[in-house]
């Protein structure tokens, strides 16, 4: 009995430094891949604590609309004040037409770890 106890806790501590290892390996490179990839497109999902995609590129006149697909409450809200969706609920969207070529950080107000970029071309 006292061996299996041994084999048990040996067991555990194996699965717990897989499982570590297996975070600290997926984490950053998501994180990279994220920062550096702009996508052509005018919707934005909010999604898992995400803008998704992150950064993205619109003509100039576009209006690009922004989706509350989480679970919790969100905003847009441009660093430079172009735009500020205010508290969007889940299911909730925000729209704004982008009239001047530029890029426009924004953040979420509630999650600021929340960032994201559209460039106007
Ligand atoms: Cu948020």
């Not at 735009?83 to 982008?98: C, R």
Request: glycine share 6%.
């Amino acid at each position: 009995m006292r061996k299996f106890l041994k084999w048990l806790i040996a067991m555990v501590l194996v699965a717990a430094a897989v499982l570590a290892a297996g975070c600290t390996d997926s984490g950053p490179t998501d994180d990279s891949a994220d920062d550096q990839e702009q996508v052509q497109t005018n919707e934005v999902s909010m999604m898992s604590l995400q803008f998704q995609p992150q950064n993205i590129r619109v003509s100039a006149g576009d209006t690009v609309t922004w989706t509350n697909d989480d679970a919790v409450a969100h905003t847009a809200t441009a660093d430079n004040g172009e735009f500020d969706s205010g508290v969007l609920e889940p299911g909730q969207t925000y729209s704004h037409a982008f009239e001047e070529p530029g890029t426009y950080d924004y953040i979420c107000t509630i999650h600021p770890s929340m960032v994201g970029t559209v460039t106007v071309q």
